[in-house]
């Protein structure tokens, strides 16, 4: 038995111990332990090391607030996640668990010198610090900042486990099983309605779980939540444990994160950790208690030190006693009973040390049957002990004046500064908080979702009022949903009702200046740091948070925000609401990446579109890249091929005989009816009017501000359909800007619109013999009015296709479409038909090359949504003589007609050497930095002319033909000539062949 | 994720379904070469920016339909949708509230 654990006690399993290890060392604790009340049993305080001061520190909770207690915990290979809250950790075998923020151990950290060194620390410190030289940031500051900082230690391997995700729809959701929460759930269960109950903890029961001596309808407390939740499973109420409500977002939509395995000794194969809920609620109500203040005094953070309620759950759900020896300081009555559980438990309590002159004299008695000494009236103005609290001073107090204060020998010190409605997720829906000035507290007010806040949750305190707030909240939301019910009553013996004072920081007796009163423990604020902060000239509560971090911790401020406020109010010389709180955002408690990515990552992170011919490129070796949503082969190596030896050998053969492509990405659209030539005509820059039916023209689409947004080979293959193609990536955004024009603009056109991108195989033909392999294959073209830039619909191959004879590459060309499942057939067609030619497929690389070498562009590479048709030398796809297209009018703007405009032009290094995509040009290599940037490579490549060939846009390109221009990288300055865009057959005599 | 009315499918479907397109009720000119160059950059890049309020324009890409919608820039709530074409409703203190 551990030395602090209580034969019998609490809803932990005595009969089955758990064994884990805690810095290499083996702890025993119990089936239904958590990481911090098992070592809470075997007398350890000690559980990390804080942020920036490396001060020891213990568990301050007994839940999920916890700032302190963060260990790293490892369940196995690629399974360690730091800034676990061992609070909330539940133990399991072989659990294997470590301290953090320590070097070389917890107990002797040699960070810990920057505790003695506080006074450099204070609010700012880093901004005022590391101001000065600017030079040093980078090279100095910086990386010693980031070598020591930093919670914890990440995970380095990738996370073996895997998430998933569910949408719930439900009636009423209750977040919160805590007295409040059981009670409307009673009551919102009535009538059929469908009611889901959620609560982060192992069990339901919130605080009564640590309350068993109070009766409810005449049955023990524990009974009594056994009942209810028999009751509510009866009618078909959803329970779910381990479950934490993160977010509360638009129209009661709730995320839930739950906890499905990190409890189990061995998880199911193939179970997933965790699952996110999305929940649309028709109502929501919020039953989620309320949280204990810290109370701020020099050494409030000495481990031993914890809030009263956090030793009372330990004592009462654990079996666990945290002292032999406890002292209380409290401002609330709610830590006397927790005084009073304790030493009816076996505890010798010190003393209780309560800050208000006056207490209940029912609490007096209390403490007087049980002989513990009593101090009303008095403050603890510092503790004692190096690892461990030994001791606290109490002193009486009148108004500010603190009077002789005396060492009292203790072993853990409970405090209690009064409890904060848990306001986050409310706060979440930007529903407004009143202050309650009675209650030193936030209340919420005005509510903008269907939603009841119900119990501590709204600053109610005591069983009985609790329960029957929540009872009218659950009937509130069943009455929302136009359901009727009845309100039920419960009748409470034993209750434990309460009230209290608030304080800012308590009054010392030492040197104020030198006090160490935290209130963000896991920042390292102390009140001395928020009054500096106002000092300084902060006056928002936005600013002196970001001053001086607090409520930035994993805790979100849980423990330290209305401490920060009570006394940014009082330096201020402000009421606290004039003062403001900081805004909640989820998630509520930290969440992992993988709940929230779910099923989103590695194959199933997004789809991936194929072609009907990838499986013949997967089977021959391709090598793929992704383009847009789709995987395309890039090229296809033979045995011993590099990319770019594969590459060059593909644009040889393409240019020397035959090139087959698999260009079935491309975005198509038809658009079909008896107003079709006149919608192009708005659309697009080019004149469709005189385009005769089996005849396609190169289309350029415009935004409405001029610049490029899209281009494609158009087909008319009769007076009213048009076969539009797109760019691969700018397929659904094409039709997306079509179908905006026609139905919002133009609704009296009678066109229509189809994406037929999938409906369509495209396979591309190139080379001086695709016309001479592919004529045997046709039937239905007369080939004597079949010339460049003509359509038809005929077979190929005895498929249905659409022909078209256009050229990406320069050499004749061919794109012929079948319906999709013929792709396949048709592919491997046309492959036998080519032996002869020996037809050499090629990828998407060689298509870029070959198209780059004439100039051709592609949107999105060469443009970049700044290009108009004249910078990029595609002036003479405009249809001037037209009256109005999408972005004529924008083409005469005097930005778009003024000079200096950067141009689409080409570059021809002069030492023969690749130029890098991306890389920015200057016209004087020798001008002091920074240097005045005129352009940069938009495409670059080896071609098949024996030297690399790229494209740039430069201000003023098209007047600087012949001169060159320099890029600066980092192995040196690259000279360059520019040329014309078109580096290969400039007249066209291979298409016309 | 808010729920949005499609005032052509009849139904309130999940946000995801749907994207934004811009400030509503800006008609393309008839003729835009009768516009000066100040009218035409007003018409291309002179938005509201409204805080409160806003007709706006969404598209339901279940149906590929774009429609019109008030929505409320501050509490990100939508007043009401409409279909394209519309006139614009006028704001009802009901429909603020
Ligand atoms: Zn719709």
Excluded at chain 1, 44 to 50: I, K, Y
Excluded at chain 1, 564 to 574: F, P, R, S, T
Excluded at chain 1, 656 to 683: C, H, Q, W, Y
Excluded at chain 2, 52 to 78: K, M, Q
């Amino acid at each position: 038995m551990s030395r602090f654990r209580i034969p019998g006690k609490g809803r932990v399993d005595h009969s089955a111990p758990v064994s884990f290890t805690f810095d290499g060392k083996t702890y025993r604790g119990l089936r239904g332990d958590t990481v911090a009340s098992a070592l809470l049993a075997n007398g350890v305080h000690l559980m990390g090391r804080s942020f920036k001061y490396h001060r020891p520190r213990g568990p301050v909770t007994a839940g999920s607030e916890e700032p302190n207690a963060l260990i790293g915990t490892s369940r196995g290979a690629g399974r360690f996640e730091p800034n676990t809250r061992a609070t909330v950790q539940e133990l399991r075998a072989g659990l294997v668990t470590e301290s953090q923020n320590k070097w070389p151990s917890l107990s002797f950290d040699i960070g810990a010198v920057n505790d003695r060194a506080y006074m450099l620390f204070s609010a700012g410190f880093y901004y005022k610090t590391f101001m000065w030289p600017k030079s040093f940031w980078d090279k100095v500051y910086e990386p010693v900042i980031r070598g020591a900082a930093g919670l914890g230690k990440s995970p380095t391997e990738v996370d073996p486990d895997h998430y998933a995700s569910r949408y719930l729809h439900t009636d009423v959701l209750i977040v919160g099983a805590g007295p409040a929460g059981i009670a409307a759930a009673l009551a919102a269960a009535q009538s059929g309605a469908d009611v889901t109950l959620v609560d982060e903890n192992a069990e339901m029961g919130g605080s009564l779980l640590s309350d068993p001596a109070v009766q409810i309808d005449g049955k023990p407390a524990w009974d009594w939540v056994d009942a209810q939740l028999g009751r509510l499973r009866a009618a078909g109420v959803r329970l779910m444990t381990r479950t934490t409500a993160i977010g509360y977002y638009h129209q009661n939509m709730v995320g839930l994160c739950q906890r499905l395995t990190d409890h189990l000794d061995n998880p199911p194969k193939g179970a997933p950790r965790e699952r996110m809920w999305r929940v649309r609620a028709g109502q929501v109500v919020l039953a989620q208690g309320a949280l204990e203040k810290p109370l701020v005094f020099d050494g409030n953070d000495r481990p031993g030190v914890m809030l009263a309620g956090a030793a009372q759950t330990y004592l009462h759900r654990y079996g666990v006693k945290v002292g032999d020896s406890p002292a209380v300081l409290t401002s609330h009555d709610s830590a006397w009973y927790a005084a009073f559980d304790l030493a009816d438990n076996g505890a010798r309590v010190a003393a209780i040390i309560d800050t208000r002159d006056v207490v209940r004299p029912d609490l007096l008695d209390g403490a007087r049957k049980r002989g513990i000494e009593v101090l009303a009236g008095h403050t603890v103005t510092t503790t004692r002990g190096r690892l461990r609290v030994k001791s606290v001073r109490a002193a009486p107090v009148r108004g500010t004046h603190v009077g002789r204060g005396r060492d009292i020998p203790c072993d853990c010190l409970l405090m209690s500064g009064g409890w904060t409605p848990s306001l986050h997720l409310f706060s979440h829906t930007k529903g407004s908080l009143a202050w309650d000035a009675d209650g030193n507290t936030f209340l919420p007010d005005r509510k903008t979702e269907e939603c009841e806040i119900a119990g501590a949750g709204r600053g109610l305190w005591g069983y009985q009022a609790v329960l029957a707030d929540g009872a009218a909240a659950g009937l509130r939301a069943l009455q929302g949903l136009g359901r009727a019910g009845h309100e039920g009553r419960f009748t409470v013996a034993n209750d434990r009702p309460g009230t209290g004072v608030s304080h800012t920081e308590l009054p010392t007796d030492g040197n104020a200046g030198k006090a160490r009163a935290f209130i963000d423990f896991q920042n390292d604020v102390t009140a001395k740091d928020i009054r500096l902060a106002v000092r300084e000239g902060m006056r928002s509560i936005e600013h002196v948070k970001r001053y001086t971090t607090n409520g930035m911790a994993t805790d979100q401020g849980k423990m330290s925000n209305i401490n920060g406020l009570m006394i940014a109010a009082d330096a201020l010389g402000k009421a606290p609401p004039q003062v403001g709180l900081t805004t909640f955002r989820p998630p509520y408690t930290p969440t992992s990446f993988g709940a929230f990515c779910g099923y989103l990552r590695g194959e199933t992170f997004q789809l991936t579109r194929k072609t009907p011919i990838d499986s013949w490129a997967e089977a021959n070796g391709a090598v793929f890249e992704p383009v847009a949503q789709w995987r395309r082969a890039w090229y296809f190596p033979k045995p011993g091929e590099d990319m770019h030896a594969a590459v060059l050998r593909e644009c040889k053969a393409t240019r020397a005989s035959l090139g087959i492509f698999d260009a079935s990405t491309l975005g198509k659209i038809e658009v079909a009816g008896p107003d079709a030539v006149e919608f192009m005509n708005r659309m697009y820059t080019n004149p469709w009017t005189k385009l005769a039916p089996g005849r396609c023209r190169y289309g350029l689409l415009l935004g409405e501000d001029g610049f490029i947004r899209d281009d494609g080979v158009i087909g008319r293959l009769s007076p009213d359909l048009f076969h539009v193609t797109t760019t691969t990536g700018g397929a659904a955004r094409v039709l997306t800007m079509m179908e905006d024009y026609l139905q919002t603009e133009w609704p009296d056109l009678d066109v229509w619109l189809t994406s037929t991108t999938e409906q369509w195989a495209t396979v591309a033909l190139n080379g001086p013999n695709a016309l001479a392999m592919l004529k045997p294959l046709v039937q239905g073209v007369d080939w004597d009015d079949f010339p460049h830039m003509s359509c038809a619909e005929c077979t190929v191959a005895g498929l249905p296709a659409r022909l078209f004879r256009l050229s990406f590459t320069g050499e004749i060309g061919f794109e012929v479409n079948v319906p999709a499942r013929h792709g396949l057939a048709l592919w491997t067609a046309l492959m036998e038909a080519g032996k002869p030619y020996d037809i050499c497929p090629y990828g998407t690389e060689t298509m870029h090359v070959l198209r780059a070498e004439k100039g051709y562009i592609i949107v999105g590479q060469d443009t970049d949504g700044t290009v108009t048709p004249a910078d990029a030398g595609l002036d003479w796809a405009v249809g001037k003589a037209k009256k109005d297209f999408v972005g004529k009018r924008s083409l005469s703007r005097p930005d778009i007609t003024a000079k200096g405009r950067k141009q689409l032009v080409g570059l021809l290094t002069e030492d023969g050497s690749p130029l890098q995509e991306g890389a920015q040009i200057v016209l004087d290599p020798n001008q002091p930095k920074p240097m005045k940037m005129v352009g940069h490579v938009t495409s670059s490549y080896q071609s098949t002319m024996g030297h690399p060939i790229a494209m740039a846009v430069i201000e003023g390109g098209f007047d600087k033909m012949g001169e060159t221009v320099f890029i600066p990288m980092p192995d040196g300055v690259r000279k360059a000539r520019v040329t014309s865009t078109v580096f290969y057959d400039p007249d066209n005599t291979r298409l016309k062949a | 994720m808010l729920l949005i009315h499609c005032p052509y499918c009849e139904d309130t479907l999940p946000e995801l379904e749907f994207t934004y397109a811009g400030e509503a009720h800006i008609a393309r000119p008839a003729d835009p070469s009768a516009l000066s160059d100040e009218e035409w950059r007003d018409f291309l890049f002179i938005r509201t920016n409204a805080r409160g309020p806003h007709y706006e324009r969404w598209r339901h890409i279940g149906c590929g339909r774009f429609f019109n919608a008030l929505r409320d820039t501050v509490s990100d709530r939508f007043l009401m949708t409409y279909k394209a074409g519309e006139a614009r409703p006028t704001l009802t203190n009901e429909a603020a509230e």
